[in-house]
Each structure stands twice: as C-alpha cells, then as structure tokens.
C-alpha cells in the first residue's frame, strides 16, 4: 500500500519504519532524518496534508501527533474520500480538552480523581479551600505535554493558577483549567487500537516521564519506555479495557460520534484501584517506540480495520520478549534544547542489533544534526526485559554528540508518583 504517516518525532519514525517492514511505501510529512520519503508539508498544514493524500493516490493516511488530529485532520481527510486511521476533531477532543475529558469520565462511569473546571483566577482560588491537599493544575488545552503542574502546597497551587490565568504562560490553553485531586501510586499507560465499541488493547508500556534518573528533575515528553509493563499483569489489563476504554467508546457512539483510531489512558494504580489521570488520542511517544518493535502483524492491515470497521475479526500476534527504548536529549532539553549538534555513532548502534528511531534530527552535509528537544529513541528488543534494556544501552554507548542526555536507569527503576 501507498502510506502516508503524518508528523516528524520517534513515534512516526516507528510507524514508518514498522510499515516499511511490512513491505509498504511509505512516506512521511514532514518526517525527520531518518524517516524515509519526507515531503516538506508540516503535521498542521490540513489543507497541504489532503492535497498531498490525493495527489499522491495514498491508500491510507496514519496521522501521528495530537494537535493535527484535534484540528481535524482526519475529518478533512475522510471528507475528500481518503481512508485516515485517528480519530476525529470531535473524539481527539478527549485530548484536546481535559475539561471535555473528565466530562466525559463523570458522565460515562470511569473512575478519575475527583476535580473542578474553572475558568477565572477568582473561582481557581476559591475552588483551593475543596481540597485536602494542593490539587494538581492543569491547563484544558494541548499544551506540548506542560501544561501540568505538580505544586507541593498551597502557594504552589495559587502560582500555578496565577502562571495560567494571569501571566497567560500556555495561551487560550488555559482558558480552562482542571483542578484535580492528587493521587498516589503508580503511573501505568494502557493502549487500545479502537473502531466504535470494538476495540484490540496493545501490549502494555511503561513510560518514564522525568528527565533524571531516580525520577528526578522535570517532567518531559518522555525519557524512555519499556513493554510490556509487569505492573499491568495478569487479569488487569483486562480490567482496564473494561473499566477506561469500553466506557469511552460506548458513548463516543451513543454520541453519534464513533471513536476510530488509539485511545490511550494514562492511569494511576491507586489503592482505590487504577483511575484515569488523562486520556491522550493517538500512540504514545516513546511508547510507539517499543509497541511497534514487538507487534508481529503489519500495522497496516490492524490501522485498516479499524477504519473500515471490521476489528472484531482480528487477532494480534506479539514477539515473545520485551522492549526498551532509551530517549537521547539534546543539551538545554526540556526548557532551551539546543540545534545543530552533529551526531555519530548511528550505524555502529544498528550494527549491535537496535533499532534507532530519530526524532528531533535534520540532515546536514557532515550528517545528521539536533534539531529538536528528543533526538533519538534507542529501542533494543531482547528475550526478557533485562536483555532488551542491556541491547538499547549498547546503543546509546555507541552513539554521541555535545550535550547529549539520557537516563541509565530505563526499565530499571519502575516510575512512581508521590
Ligand atoms: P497528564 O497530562 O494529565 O497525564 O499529567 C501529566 C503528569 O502529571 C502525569 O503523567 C502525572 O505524572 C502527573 N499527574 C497528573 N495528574 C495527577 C494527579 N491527579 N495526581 C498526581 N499526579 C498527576
Ligand atoms: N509518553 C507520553 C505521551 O505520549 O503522551
């Protein structure tokens, strides 16, 4: 099939990569340098994105990243008769508005922390006195995976709502805010490829969201991920399906708007049980990284399913073993990464048998610069989780440039929130 994967970071380069793996064209918009088949039209360029579909007689668009799927990619793409795999604006909403999201959770029975939607610093700081401990603050609209704060006390819950209302620090982003109770626990993701209220879950993964080892330092966009996650065993997984997903899809089609494409719920295992913290519309970067490695089927033929409604008669074959996938940062990453960096030591980490996922790369005459905040995923697939860690490590040693940062601690230490 003529593929086109939309978006340029690790997770459409392992969406590319595990397409072409399959034995399909594939090109990607904008791509980075290591994608195959870059066209330079950006993941926001709807119109850009539909011309170039149609031009280019694609057979199926896979839309990566949130933002061009709340803006309606794949309505526009639907409308001019092109099969997109993600969901609508109207079910990215899910993402696109936390204020929509638990909504959504209150009305449809999925258990979440208990939260408040305000809309002025007046009714923020009102809304404090209903909670036994700092809420977490969060803006309601997509803010690049920041607009989450975590405060210790009280003062860092009024300086958060002063960041978002006052100083405007993540835009209209923040012209909604959810006040959320603060779990504890530990954070798991639960993946689920969807088509009206059939849905396949993916094998589970593990994401570390710091950037240091131990957990420390800022929250990122991911520093590293493994699958699958011991901490979903057993009968869980399929609890969660039941519980966060199942839910989701009944009144996404009760609704009249039919959720097609990854529904993703971010969770926290409590010791009231596992509640919905997020749900995000798409694969997860770096999870994609290390799903997509051990998915034995073609991507391709399950992404069509879902489009054309026909999932209920397909089973998923995994690769026995695990996957890690090690982030590689640039330096000044998350607050300033810096560009232009060259890299080295690519093919000589292919050579000790990982698979590296570029993200924020650009080509250059010497090579392959930075050019991004995440550079590369370095993604090793082994018998067991301790093989798989040991083989993306051997990568991550064979691969340099200025400033780079990574953590030595992916599927070593098991994330927990405090
Ligand atoms: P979100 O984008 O809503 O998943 O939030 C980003 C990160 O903030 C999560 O991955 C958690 O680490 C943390 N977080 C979000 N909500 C809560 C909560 N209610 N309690 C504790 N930590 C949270
Ligand atoms: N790794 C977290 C995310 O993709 O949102």
Known sequence: MRILVVGGGGREHALAWSL??????????????????????????????VRLAREGHIE????????????????ALTAAGIAAFGPSAACAALEGSKAFSKDAMARWGVATAASVTVTSIEDGLAALDRFDVA????????????????????????????????????????????????L???????????????????????DHKRLGDGDAGPNTGGMGAFAPAPSLGGDL?????????????????????????VLYAGLMLTDAGPLVLEYNCRLG????????????DDPAELFLAAVRGTLSGLTLSWTPGAAATVVMAAAGYPDAPRPGDLISGL????????????????????????????????????AD?????????AGVEAIAFAGAQFRHDIGRTIPEAT
């Open 184 to 206: 504890i626990g530990r954070e798991v993701s639960v993946l689920a490829v969807c088509s009206g209220t059939e849905y396949r879950l993916l094998v589970p993964a593990q």
């Open 135 to 182: 809420p977490v603050v969060k803006a309601s609209g997509l803010a690049a995976g920041k607009g989450v704060i975590v405060p210790d006390d009280r003062a860092g819950a009024e300086a958060a709502l002063r960041l978002m209302f006052i100083e405007r620090a993540f835009g209209s982003a923040a012209d909604e805010v959810v006040l959320e109770q603060r």
């Open 347 to 382: 093919a000589e980490a292919e050579a000790a048998g990982c698979h590296v996922f570029h993200a924020g790369t650009a080509e250059s005459p010497q090579g392959p610069r930075t050019a991004g905040g995440r550079v590369l995923a370095v993604t090793g697939v082994g």
């Open 237 to 261: 997984l399929a609890t969660v399906g039941d519980r966060a997903i199942a839910p989701i899809l009944h009144g996404m089609v009760d609704r009249g708007t039919p959720y097609v494409g």
């Open 385 to 393: 989780l301790d093989a798989a860690v040991a083989r993306a490590y």
């Open 20 to 49: 072409s793996r399959h034995g399909h064209r594939v090109w990607c918009a904008p791509g980075n340098a290591g994608t195959p088949g870059n066209i330079p039209i950006a993941a926001d360029d709807l119109a850009g994105l």
């Open 60 to 75: 199926l668009v896979v839309v990566g990243p949130e933002a061009p799927l709340v803006a309606g990619l794949v309505d």
């Open 285 to 296: 970067d770096p999870e994609a990284q290390v799903i997509l490695p051990l998915l034995a």
